[in-house]
């Protein structure tokens, strides 16, 4: 897998900032990579569902991360049953849903991709990772007005990270949104913070539209199954 696709199932961890193994140690600081929050505010680019995360087990918790590693060398069919594995074990913790979800996207599977997406985002909308990869996904599909809905969805978030605006704010100028391009930037201006050093989160997934856009059509009578003798 190439350094992109390592770096977005990375970005939970460390936004942008590390294109290594997902055991790499990244070095990034909590106040260079995130908005520190207010009084009253969820911790910056923490997901709000704390009570799910927390009772995830531990032995969920590194199949999660066998998952994203797999996801480095593996082929899709085994890294797809690592992440399903993981569902299956908790079926209502969003992360799993999500990272599976921006995988399949990154291997041009883009339809599979926005139903893992979804899946995710509606056991935990405030999931910035999955709103920001779907409404890129879909802009990218040609349905803006469905992919701003959900990129719009970010900039309500109480809680932001630093990468994810600095991503955000180029997924509003893909898709058109002048008004709400400035106001990513707006934000990030706002809180002193600076771009540089941020890894793009979106090329894997426009990687992987480009793939799909590529493939060679079906043969007639594809996938059918061939008459007994």
């Given at each position: 897998?190439?350094?992109?696709?390592?770096?977005?199932l990375?970005?939970?961890?460390c936004?942008?900032?590390?294109?290594?193994?997902l055991?790499?140690?990244?070095?990034?600081?909590?106040?260079?990579s995130?908005?520190k929050?207010?009084?009253g505010?969820?911790?910056?680019?923490?997901?709000?569902?704390s009570?799910q995360?927390?009772?995830?087990?531990k032995?969920?918790?590194?199949?999660a991360?066998?998952?994203?590693?797999?996801a480095?060398?593996?082929?899709v069919?085994?890294?797809?049953?690592?992440?399903?594995e993981?569902?299956?074990?908790?079926?209502?913790?969003?992360?799993?849903h999500v990272?599976?979800?921006?995988y399949?996207a990154?291997?041009?599977r883009?339809?599979?991709a926005?139903?893992?997406?979804?899946?995710?985002?509606a056991?935990?909308p405030?999931?910035?990772?999955g709103?920001l990869?779907?409404?890129?996904?879909l802009?990218n599909?040609?349905k803006?007005?469905?992919?701003?809905?959900?990129?719009?969805?970010?900039l309500?978030?109480?809680?932001?990270?630093?990468?994810?605006?600095?991503?955000?704010?180029?997924?509003f100028?893909?898709g058109g949104?002048?008004?709400?391009e400035?106001?990513?930037?707006?934000?990030?201006?706002?809180a002193?913070?600076?771009?540089?050093g941020?890894?793009?989160?979106?090329?894997?997934?426009n990687h992987?539209?480009?793939?799909e856009?590529?493939?060679p059509?079906?043969?007639?009578?594809?996938?059918?199954?061939k008459?007994?003798?």
């Amino acid at each position: 897998m190439s350094g992109n696709a390592t770096l977005l199932l990375l970005s939970r961890i460390c936004v942008g900032t590390c294109v290594a193994t997902l055991l790499c140690g990244c070095q990034a600081s909590e106040e260079n990579s995130t908005i520190k929050s207010k009084p009253g505010q969820s911790a910056p680019g923490k997901s709000t569902n704390s009570d799910q995360i927390r009772n995830i087990d531990k032995k969920t918790r590194k199949m999660a991360a066998s998952a994203r590693k797999a996801a480095e060398t593996e082929d899709v069919a085994v890294v797809v049953e690592k992440f399903q594995e993981v569902i299956k074990r908790a079926p209502k913790w969003a992360e799993p849903h999500v990272d599976l979800g921006r995988y399949l996207a990154s291997k041009g599977r883009t339809d599979e991709a926005i139903v893992s997406l979804k899946k995710g985002i509606a056991l935990d909308p405030s999931d910035s990772f999955g709103l920001l990869s779907l409404g890129y996904l879909l802009i990218n599909q040609g349905k803006r007005d469905d992919g701003l809905l959900y990129l719009r969805k970010v900039l309500k978030l109480k809680h932001w990270n630093m990468g994810i605006f600095c991503n955000l704010a180029f997924a509003f100028k893909i898709g058109g949104a002048e008004k709400e391009e400035r106001e990513a930037k707006k934000r990030i201006k706002d809180a002193e913070g600076s771009c540089k050093g941020m890894g793009n989160l979106l090329d894997m997934l426009n990687h992987g539209a480009e793939k799909e856009a590529h493939k060679p059509p079906a043969k007639p009578g594809a996938g059918k199954a061939k008459p007994k003798p």
